[in-house]
């Protein structure tokens, strides 16, 4: 694992000095295969389930004895709505009522996180910020981003509303507080700034 130390920059991106990661957040051996296993677990949760097929109860028509039962050469058939005939119902398909979850244990979430996290830093990936609005100020975000050479996606962490208002309409920007943000997010996000003042708060969500 590398050094967690990372530079914080102020609002028209210039370094102001540097903080160190939390070593909650932080790995000596991250596993990229447990971060796999979490971004699908995610992926999963996101499935509404909606999609529904039509069993052979369901689908409308043949009630009628499609051909005799004896003499004419053919199998035996008592409906065209089975599953093998045209137009007839669909067998095992899905249904609302699957649950697409998938679970991790408490101990292999906590080290996705981290390995996650880990990685980043090891890239050299994220930054914090240090930076007090009285308002939302969009313009001015849009010129950090900027300056740091953003130009992919990036995710910022604060549980600082002007910050969080102030980031949340650039393009390509995700927003997110502390508690919310997912290995997804991490792994999506090509560059993660994190507010200074967050750091701590973010370590203590994902002790062990």
Request: proline share 4%; hydrophobic share 35%.
């Amino acid at each position: 694992m590398e050094s967690g130390k990372i530079n914080v920059y102020n609002i028209e991106g210039s370094i102001t000095g540097s903080v160190e990661l939390d070593a909650n957040l932080l790995t000596d051996a991250p596993n990229k295969h447990v971060v796999f296993e979490q971004v699908v677990a995610e992926n999963a949760a996101l499935r509404q389930g909606t999609h529904s097929t039509l069993t052979k109860s369901e689908v409308r028509g043949g009630g009628r004895k499609p051909r005799p039962q004896k003499h004419t050469g053919n199998a035996r058939q008592g409906s065209t709505r089975n599953p093998h005939w045209p137009g007839g119902g669909v067998a095992f398909g899905p249904k609302p009522t699957r649950n697409y979850n998938l679970y991790l244990n408490t101990k292999a979430h906590a080290l996705a996180f981290k390995s996650a996290i880990t990685l980043k830093n090891n890239d050299h990936l994220i930054s914090a910020i240090e930076v007090s609005l009285a308002k939302p100020n969009t313009k001015s975000f849009a010129k950090l981003f900027d300056k740091l050479g953003y130009t992919k996606s990036v995710l910022l962490i604060s549980d600082n509303e002007q910050i969080l208002k102030s980031a949340r309409n650039i393009v390509k920007v995700v927003a997110k507080k502390t508690n919310s943000v997912s290995v997804r997010d991490i792994i999506n996000g090509a560059n993660i700034l994190i507010d200074k003042t967050a750091i701590s708060t973010l370590a203590k969500g994902h002790k062990e």
